[in-house]
């Protein structure tokens, strides 16, 4: 456990109303009375001049501070609330720095908050969620996760594997039993139970990873179909409020949206063309990695062109198992209604076709599944709820944020609890079974966790955090 103390800024770069400096260590007193001139009361805001070396004031502003173990990292923590300029905090950790405190890494104040039992794990990779969050319903269930519902389910499926190892390990003591254990213990029932249970948090978890990391959708199609257009119709009034990913704002290639909270990431492979600029090319070839690992590939077509050898060159450079979409656009131009169509009724069959008899003398739309105009909006709501559903949203109110890392180790435990199952009646492998979905499940809230997995999941938190 580390008792060195570290400093940070803790506001975001750049210029505001107010910038914190965060520190936090064993014992604050000699720095707290160096740089406010006085001691401070537990947990009461207090105007002070934040001194330098000489004794002159840096900044004037507010002090707060919390002696350990009541605070966010379980130490003592103070935090110097100053004028938001860029120098002015600059100073002030300076001075911090002087006084014996280092510089923190990112996200190293919640790892103390983790090591010191003020947080477990998932809740401590929800707070950089909750931070990162790219929609209101995103920073909802990181809200969620931080107030420790995900953690809690874990417990009660950790507490249920417990007791059923310990009923286990008791009758290996009495083997003549063995029998009995089985049948008045429930052996079978309570673990199709658990099973069960541990399904329902793996579906909401994987709600909750979709809102976490975002879906990512391919936009293909020949020059003038109207992929543009599309992306502003889907955007709509949503792209107001959801913000650029750092680093990707210059970036022509992608676009964020959300769709009913959900984080979607647009790549419109348009922007890839050939080119000799060196930043363009590794941002390109970047993109055609993100495909490789894309969830949807929407593949636009107009109306009045259908779906030709050109698509068809389009679809066969992506990558075979990405789902795809075949939507007609422009469907305005070409009068035919909107709405959705299953690709493998043959054309003109659909109750859904609106009983339109000139699509089924169109074959080349054969294969479309959506009909829209990206120009007047018909169609657009179906596209919505059907990326939505090959996506694998259900939106429902209790989502909590989750990650990859959370969703194997779910897959994981169900894996050895199907085994376990397999096992029975041969207790010692049955127990051992269980003993492994347990380690599992509990790697998700850190009781168990390599420090390479620590440094990973805080090495990507901000500084200050
Ligand atoms: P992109 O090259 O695929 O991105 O296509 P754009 O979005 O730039 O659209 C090309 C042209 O088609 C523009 O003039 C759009 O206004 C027009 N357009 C796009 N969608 C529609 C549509 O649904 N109906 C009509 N009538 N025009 C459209
Ligand atoms: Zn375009």
């Not at 390109?284 to 698509?311: C, F, N, P, T, Y």
């Not at 059907?386 to 779910?410: M, P, T």
């Not at 207790?427 to 599992?440: D, H, K, Y």
């Amino acid at each position: 456990m580390p008792t060195d103390t570290i400093a940070a800024i803790a506001t975001a770069p750049g210029r505001g109303g107010v910038g914190v400096v965060r520190v936090s260590g064993r014992a604050l007193a000699d720095l707290i009375a160096a740089i406010a001139g006085r001691g401070l009361l537990p947990r009461q805001a207090t105007r002070v001049d934040f001194l330098d070396a000489a004794g002159h004031a840096i900044d004037s502003g507010l002090a707060l501070y919390f002696p350990g173990p009541n605070s966010y990292t379980g130490e003592d923590v103070v935090e110097w609330q100053g004028h938001g300029g860029p120098v002015i905090l600059q100073l002030l950790l300076a001075r911090c720095l002087d006084l014996g405190a280092r510089l923190a890494e990112p996200g190293e104040f919640t790892r103390r908050a983790f090591e010191n039992g003020k947080l477990d794990l998932a809740q401590a990779e929800a707070v950089a969620d909750l931070i990162d969050a790219a929609t209101a319903t995103a920073a909802r269930s990181a809200v969620r996760s931080l107030q420790g519902e995900f953690s809690g389910e874990i417990h009660r499926l950790v507490g249920e594997l417990t007791e059923l190892r310990a009923l286990t390990e008791a009758t290996l003591d009495f083997p003549d039993e063995e029998i009995d254990f089985l049948q008045s213990a429930d052996a079978f029932g309570r673990l199709d139970r658990l099973r069960q249970r541990l399904e329902a948090v793996f579906a909401r978890a994987q709600q909750g990873k979709l809102l976490q990391s975002g879906a990512s959708v391919v936009l293909v199609g020949q020059p003038n179909v109207g992929k543009s257009s599309l992306l502003n119709r889907l955007a709509g009034d949503e792209l107001a409020i959801v913000t650029p990913i750092a680093g990707t704002t210059r970036d022509a290639v992608r676009s964020h949206l959300q769709l009913d909270g959900v984080p979607i990431n647009i790549i419109d492979t348009a922007g890839l063309r050939e080119t000799d600029d060196e930043v363009e090319q590794i941002g390109i070839e970047r993109s055609w990695r993100e495909i490789e690992r894309a969830d949807l590939a929407l593949l636009l077509a107009d109306a009045q062109h259908g779906l030709g050898a050109a698509e068809q060159a389009i679809l066969d450079r992506l990558p075979p198992e990405l789902p795809r979409l075949l939507i007609i656009n422009k469907i305005d131009l070409a009068g035919l209604p909107a709405g959705r169509r299953n690709a493998t009724e043959p054309p003109g069959t659909a109750a859904q076709d609106g009983g339109d008899s000139r699509r089924a003398d169109l074959p080349f739309l054969a294969g479309a599944r959506l009909f829209l105009s990206a120009k007047t909006g018909e169609g657009i709501d179906a596209l919505r709820r059907e990326i939505l559903a090959i996506i694998g949203w259900n939106a429902s109110e209790d989502i909590f944020i989750a990650r990859e890392r959370h969703l194997r180790a779910l897959h994981d435990a169900a894996s050895h609890i199907d085994l376990a199952h397999a096992q029975l009646p041969r207790l010692e492998l049955f127990a051992e079974e269980l003993r492994l979905a347990q380690q599992r499940l509990g790697s998700i809230t850190g009781e168990v966790s390599a420090d390479d997995l620590l440094g990973e999941i805080f090495g990507r938190f901000c500084i200050g955090k």
